[in-house]
């Protein structure tokens, strides 16, 4: 019998919470629910499965409640609001999927495992933090937060201004002994939850939180890494990545190589702030010996290991 296909699937942020939709809990859950369709063909196929997903609606909220009650409970690092996300949305994927299972007759284990992800402390980005979270505020709001909180603010584009903080590369999963064994068995793990967990190492060895996010498609270019899966597949809004992308000359890419990626990319037509980083993920698991890379809609994930559908990026 063959070996499984190993694989990492990366559920974008529109997974759970969608724009322009009343953010509540009931909603998010119909939301899981509808995204894991795909997933589930996957595993009907024996796929042998880790899941990431993105929190970037949900850490925003969870520091507006810390601010909301600033003079009357404990305020909270960053690090714990991504753990709290990293906890409850992972209990929300799990259960989906377990009861979807369920209703096909599946047996198949899902467990969530809370994700410490390795940065550099040294990192230029913790210096020179520019990831958006949170709240939009006036300028002098800003200004105020800025002296009193001690919070680096800049003006996201002509909305207002938000609150900024670091954004480092990931380097390593702590638990990925823990993960890769688990899938390998044949459970789906959901893991590096909206990037995971910030974490570096002190000087005695031991590990500290970090005041920051990870990107979550970098993440889990590191966790496909570190399990030594075959695939990863990056579901976002789009069927298919494309040159030029809002324009006349918009071409959609069905399959491109590492050396294209590289070269589109220094080309400027992978925005940093949409595109731009689910192909630097591309192209880190492919240089660390991935064979494929997949980026398609959540809707088109299986059809695009069927390759009827998404962009493949290989070696």
Request: glycine share 10%; aromatic share 4%.
């Amino acid at each position: 019998m063959a070996k499984a296909k190993t694989a990492v699937v990366a559920l974008g942020g529109n997974a759970i919470s969608k724009e322009g939709e009343e953010d509540n809990i009931p909603k998010q859950f119909e939301n899981t629910n509808k995204s894991l369709t795909s997933i589930v063909e996957l595993i009907k196929e024996d796929y042998q499965l880790a899941i990431t997903h993105g929190n970037g609606p949900q850490v925003g909220n969870a520091i507006l409640r810390v601010e909301l009650a600033r003079s009357k409970a404990p305020v909270l690092p960053l690090y714990i609001c991504v753990a709290d996300t990293e906890g409850g949305m992972g209990f929300m994927v799990e259960q989906c999927l377990k009861n979807r299972l369920q209703k096909e007759k599946i047996e198949r284990e899902v467990v969530t495992v809370m994700t410490q992800v390795i940065v550099d402390k040294n990192d230029p980005a913790i210096k020179n933090p520019s990831k958006f979270i949170g709240q939009f505020y006036s300028k002098d709001e800003a200004e105020n937060f800025s002296k009193e909180r001690g919070w680096v603010v800049k003006k996201d584009s002509n909305r207002g201004y938000r609150r900024v903080v670091a954004s480092p590369m990931p380097k390593e999963i702590v638990e990925k002994k823990t993960i890769k064994t688990l899938v390998a068995e044949g459970v789906v793990v959901i893991a590096a939850g909206g990037g995971g967990i910030p974490v570096c190492y002190n000087e005695d060895g031991t590990l500290q939180g970090i005041e920051g996010v990870i990107d979550k498609d970098r993440a889990s270019a590191v966790l496909a890494r570190d399990i030594q899966a075959e695939l990863l597949l990056i579901l976002t809004g789009v069927e298919k990545v494309a040159l030029n992308f809002g324009t006349l000359l918009q071409k959609e890419l069905e399959q491109i190589t590492l050396a294209e990626a590289k070269k589109y990319l220094a080309e400027g037509h992978f925005p940093a702030g949409s595109m731009g980083p689910k192909i630097e993920a591309a192209i880190s698991f492919l240089e660390a010996g991935g064979k494929e890379v997949i980026i398609t809609s959540i809707e088109k994930a299986h059809d695009s290991v069927l390759g009827k559908a998404g962009t493949k990026i290989v070696p």
